[in-house]
Structures are given as C-alpha cells and as structure tokens.
C-alpha cells in the first residue's frame, strides 16, 4: 500500500462548479499536511496547509479527518486556470521529509 | 517569498558522463536542502536529504555512489549524476528547508531540471 494515495483523476469540471477530492495517508503520526499544486513540466507550489480545523483559503478549502487518515480539498466557483495536478503531502513522522501522493489531475472546461 | 533557484533547468548528456546540478535558496539560509525525481506521469520521489556540513542522507534504493550530493554552505546544495545512463533521464527538483522555523515542515521547491541521457 502506497503512503499517500489519491485518485488521479482526471476531474472534468465545467466552469464555476465545485470540485472536491481526498486523499489518504497510511501513517498514523504523520504531524503536517499539505495540498501543492503542480502544473506540467514545472515544479509544485504550496497551494495551502492543513489544519486540524480545516482551514479554508479563498475559493479553495483543506479538511483533515484524523481518525480516518484523509484530507480533502474542496474547489468553488472553479477557474480555467484551476487545471492543474494537485498533490496530497505528508510529512513523515521523522524529521522533515515529505511524502507526495501521485496527484490528481483536475481539468476545468468553458 | 523564499525564492530557490536550480541550474541548469535542462540538459542533454551523452551516456556515461556526469552531471552536476545546483540548487541555490537565493533569500534564505536552508540546513536541510532535499533532491526529488519525477518521472513522466509519477509522483515526486525523494531522493535523500542534503544537511549542510554533513553526509546526505539516501532513501532506500537510491545508490550514494552515482547520486553524489554535497551541501557546502547554507545556500548551496549540489547533485551529481555520475556514468549517467538513458533511465537516469527524469526531472530533478529541489527543495529547501528554511533554517530556524522550528516545528514548520515546509518546504521551496526549485523549478526543476530535466536531464536527457542520450
């Protein structure tokens, strides 16, 4: 079993709709959660952290389930500019390496 | 912003030469720098992490021997692909810790460098 797993999509999602996809993770005392978002070719770009509260960021919003080991991101109003892969982080329990899902790739459509 | 710059952001070599990859935190001092791969459709990979003044640490399965990293100063973190070979091609990133943020885990991610092995 993967260490941080996500459904790699593609989400198809038209213009100005909401689109949500979770991620979970195998380590119980992982301590710090990410979403970065990664374009093509280019390198990932911290898209938010997670808190335990969740935690939202303008149009995007992060929630953490503890007890099952997800956390979620939640897209309103989605921009063509959206598209993208966005990928789950974790960081291990040791030190400060983290761990990347394998993304999921949304695409937002006219 | 913490700003990490990467060089070259590509290169083509022939099989069996070396290649050398810098990583700089252009704005930042960073103890810890880390070196990703990601192959086409795959995920990041971590490679090891590079401590300033010290041996990097290698994951499992990645060999010290041909991926040799040295972090000589609190900017600056080098990989060198040695003998490189055809599957070596992928897409290097870096990554750098900010030194002194306590319990933050994150992390700037330098805009990669994609190395073709002819």
């Known amino acids: 079993r993967k260490e941080v797993e996500q459904d790699p999509g593609p989400f198809n999602v038209p213009e100005g709709a909401t689109v949500a996809f979770n991620c979970t993770y195998s380590n119980s005392a992982s301590q710090s959660f990410f979403w970065y978002r990664q374009d093509c070719r280019k390198e990932p770009k911290l898209l938010m952290s997670?808190?335990?509260s969740g935690n939202e960021d303008g149009r995007f919003t992060a929630q953490l389930n503890r007890a099952s080991q997800y956390i979620s991101l939640l897209i309103r109003d989605s921009k063509l500019s959206d598209s993208a892969t966005y990928l789950c982080?974790?960081?291990?329990?040791?030190?400060?390496?983290?761990?990347f899902g394998g993304g999921t790739r949304v695409l937002v459509k006219p | 912003g913490a700003v990490v710059s990467q060089h070259p952001s590509w290169v083509i070599c022939k099989s069996g030469t070396s290649v050398k990859i810098e990583c700089r935190s252009l704005d930042f001092q960073a103890t810890t720098m880390f070196w990703y791969r990601q192959f086409p459709k795959q995920s990041l990979m971590l490679m090891a992490t590079?401590?300033?003044?010290?041996?990097?640490?290698?994951e499992q399965g990645v060999e010290k021997d041909k991926f040799l990293i040295n972090h000589a100063s609190l900017t600056l973190s080098t990989l060198t692909v040695t003998s490189a070979h055809p599957e070596d091609s992928s897409f290097y990133i870096c990554s750098a810790s900010p030194s002194g943020m306590g319990s933050s885990y994150e992390q700037y991610f330098g805009p990669g460098t994609r190395l073709t092995v002819t």
């Open positions: 997670v808190y335990s």
């Open positions: 982080v974790v960081n291990k329990a040791a030190g400060n390496k983290l761990t």
């Open positions: 590079s401590n300033e003044g010290s041996k990097a640490t290698y």
